[in-house]
Nanobody
C-alpha cells in the first residue's frame, strides 16, 4: 500500500509564505502526475496545481504567480511553495499521486493552511 504524508501547513498572516511537502512511501514502482488540491468547509475540492513526470506544470488562475509546484522524482516527494498568501487561500490542502502502471490515484490526509488578514 502506498501512503502519502503531507506537512508544512500552519497559520500565517496575509502576505506571508508557507512550503508544503508530500512524501510518498510504500510499494511504489513509478509515479505519473502529482498535484495539490484544496478544500474549504462545505465545498468540493478544487485543483491548485499539477506537475507531470517530466516537470510540466499547470496552475489554477487564482494562484498563478504566487504558488510554485515542484517534485523530486528520486525521493518520490512533492512540494508547493506558497508566497503572497491571501485569506482566501485558507483551506485543507491535499496531495495526490497517480501511480504507474495502474494509473491509480492516491490521496493524502490533508494539511491545514490558515491565512489571517
Amino acid at each position: 500500500q502506498v501512503q502519502l504524508v503531507e506537512s508544512g501547513g500552519g497559520l500565517v498572516q496575509a502576505g506571508g509564505s508557507l512550503r508544503l511537502s508530500c512524501a510518498a512511501s510504500g510499494s511504489i514502482s513509478s509515479i505519473n502526475v502529482m498535484g495539490w488540491y484544496r478544500q474549504t468547509l462545505g465545498k468540493q475540492r478544487e485543483l491548485v496545481a499539477t506537475i507531470s513526470s517530466s516537470g510540466i506544470t499547470n496552475y489554477a488562475d487564482s494562484v498563478k504567480g504566487r504558488f510554485t509546484i515542484s517534485r523530486d522524482n528520486a525521493k518520490s516527494e512533492l512540494y508547493l511553495q506558497m508566497n503572497s498568501l491571501k485569506p482566501e487561500d485558507t483551506a485543507v490542502y491535499y496531495c495526490i499521486v497517480q501511480l504507474r502502471p495502474s494509473f491509480r490515484n492516491v490521496w493524502g490526509q490533508g494539511t491545514q493552511v490558515t491565512v489571517s488578514s
